[in-house]
């Protein structure tokens, strides 16, 4: 069946370090999403990507979608304390599909 | 504009009984989710609602599990007989033509 494989599970750094999480699936994907959830909060959009290598900035945020469509990253440079929480890939297999959301990479960060 | 609110916001109810749960999307969404969230854990899908097509309900973890969406807009979620494993966080979100989700903040449920 579909399977999403979200890795780290956890990852604690030293403010000012880099940080990147990656989602892995064992299908071609349509496209996929990552979003943020702060502690105590609910999962907030970052990014939707769709095309094959597509690569998208915003600010500190690197978000990457493989050649083959089956994996993605979401990249951080230098990490601030705002940036505490866990980030959710979620990924649709179909047009004509649900959205399926990977286990998440908590982020802990050191000041 | 308004987003996506649920309510209610907490809801603490003893074992056995039965809670609804309910979410309002944003006006003009047409699909509707709904997720159950463990302390720490990921988004465990429940189903999903897509315009006027039979809803996906493949993550009910059991028949004591129900929800409707009425005329397309506002969803409930029923829980018969909660056990105390029904304890969770349960998150609906609403999205414009199946794109990004928007979620409500949830509403925290607690059985005792």
């Known amino acids: 069946g579909q399977q999403v494989m979200q890795i780290p599970q956890y990852q604690h750094v030293q403010e000012g370090e880099d940080f990147t999480t990656y989602c892995n699936s064992s299908?071609?994907?349509?496209?996929i999403q990552w979003y943020k959830q702060r502690p105590g909060g609910h999962p907030v959009f970052l990014i939707q990507?769709?095309?094959?290598?597509e690569v998208k900035k915003q600010k500190r945020l690197t978000f990457q979608f493989g050649e083959a469509k089956k994996n993605s990253s979401l990249h951080i440079t230098a990490t601030q304390t705002t940036d505490v929480g866990t980030y959710f890939c979620?990924?649709?297999?179909?047009?004509?599909?649900?959205?399926?959301f990977g286990s998440g990479t908590r982020l802990s960060i050191r000041p | 504009g308004a987003g996506v609110s649920q309510s209610p916001s907490n809801k603490v109810t003893e074992k056995g009984k039965d809670v609804e749960l309910r979410c309002d999307p944003i006006s003009g969404h047409t699909a509707l989710y709904w997720y159950r969230q463990s302390l720490g854990q990921g988004l465990e899908f429940l189903i999903y609602f897509q315009g006027n097509s039979a809803p996906d309900k493949s993550g009910l973890p059991s028949d004591r599990f129900s929800a409707e969406r009425t005329g397309g807009s506002v969803s409930t979620l029923t829980i018969q007989r909660t056990q105390q494993e029904d304890s969770a966080v349960y998150l609906c979100?609403?999205?414009?033509?199946?794109?990004?989700?928007?979620f409500g903040p949830g509403t925290r449920l607690t059985v005792t």
């Open positions: 299908t071609t994907l349509s496209n």
């Open positions: 979620a990924e649709r297999y179909s047009s004509a599909s649900k959205i399926i």
């Open positions: 990507l769709v095309k094959s290598g």
């Open positions: 979100a609403s999205s414009p033509q199946d794109n990004e989700q928007y």
